[in-house]
């Protein structure tokens, strides 16, 4: 593989606060991801960023009630209307030379992105590959489980163009990703899908390996498994940090990483011009009453995106 270092280029940030693919916490309550992007910028995500400000896609309402086991995706048609509009933006960010900062929302949003990336890959005669950091596999799809329901659980499995065709096969794109181009970094050891992805081809190091490697080490093995790729989407889901360091998910899952573990893994992904963008979801501010943990994820972002920031990004004094 010959190192591409990535250029500095101005870091644009969207905001997709969409819960349209996960479940409610509580048959009357409304998972918080939709507020994590309020809640970095209230950090001051972007000053630090020196990025510019691409606005907020607003999702279709969440409104899940009347699904049952065996009816498909939940919201499907949301979350479909809601990626294609999402694909939209990114690749208007991309056009313009920039790199996209997307703000989720749940890990739904991977179709948007996914969709950009095909239709970006295209025109360039390549394929777009997918580094996949994320505490869970979210390769539930029908060749493997009784039923779906929640497309956050099942992203993976949907860009690979496993599931129902309203999600899998946006544009007649079926599949966005190929298995060979994705590579997932980060899941627990005793991942329900780790065999699945394995015998599917997919590449990846769950956290005793990334730990064992190290994250510098890690992020090349995964551009070193791109390297025929025309570019790849970088999705990150903090719930591939220890909950012991960031409890503020819908499912925490012990055995996760550290802050400086995820800032160092992020930093090797985007120092190379093949990285088009990131993408961060799950964050539920909900769990957050004093902003503590959106403070410690912004000086994640910020740390690990100074590669590519232009401006530079800027670092907030201690205390």
């Not at 990626?83 to 749940?106: K, Y």
Request: glycine content about 12%; proline content about 9%.
């Amino acid at each position: 593989m010959t190192r591409r270092i990535a250029a500095a280029r101005q870091i644009a940030v969207l905001d997709a606060p969409s819960n349209l693919g996960l479940r409610p916490p509580s048959p009357t309550t409304v998972p918080g991801c939709a507020k994590a992007p309020g809640a970095l910028r209230d950090h001051r995500l972007l000053a630090r960023l020196g990025a510019r400000d691409a606005g907020c896609l607003t999702p279709p309402r969440y409104d899940p009630g009347g699904w049952r086991p065996g009816d498909g995706v939940c919201q499907a048609s949301q979350v479909a209307g809601y990626a294609i509009r999402l694909a939209d933006r990114i690749g208007a960010i991309l056009d313009e030379g920039e790199f996209p900062l997307v703000l989720g929302g749940d890990c739904s949003i991977l179709l948007g992105a996914a969709v950009a990336a095909s239709r970006w890959a295209g025109p360039v005669g390549g394929r777009p590959g997918l580094v996949f950091v994320d505490g869970h596999s979210d390769f539930r799809h029908p060749g493997n489980a009784p039923y779906v329901g929640a497309a956050a659980g099942e992203d993976l499995a949907l860009v690979t163009g496993r599931g129902q065709v309203e999600l899998a096969g946006i544009e007649n794109r079926r599949p966005y990703l190929r298995d060979g181009d994705v590579v997932v970094l980060g899941i627990r050891g005793h991942d329900e899908y780790r065999m699945d992805l394995q015998a599917a081809g997919i590449a990846v190091r769950p956290v005793p390996e990334l730990r064992a490697e190290g994250p510098a080490r890690s992020a090349q093995w995964a551009q070193e498994r791109l390297a025929d790729c025309a570019g790849y989407w970088l999705h990150v889901d903090v719930d591939v940090l220890d909950p012991a360091v960031m409890p503020a998910v819908d499912a925490p899952d012990d055995g996760g990483i550290a802050h400086r573990e995820l800032e160092q893994l992020i930093a090797g992904l985007v120092d190379d011009d093949a990285c088009l963008g990131l993408e961060l979801t799950v964050f539920d501010p909900d769990q957050d009453p004093d902003g503590g943990y959106a403070a410690e994820i912004v000086d994640t972002l910020v740390t690990g995106l100074a590669p590519v920031a232009y401006p530079p990004a800027v670092a907030e004094p201690a205390g």
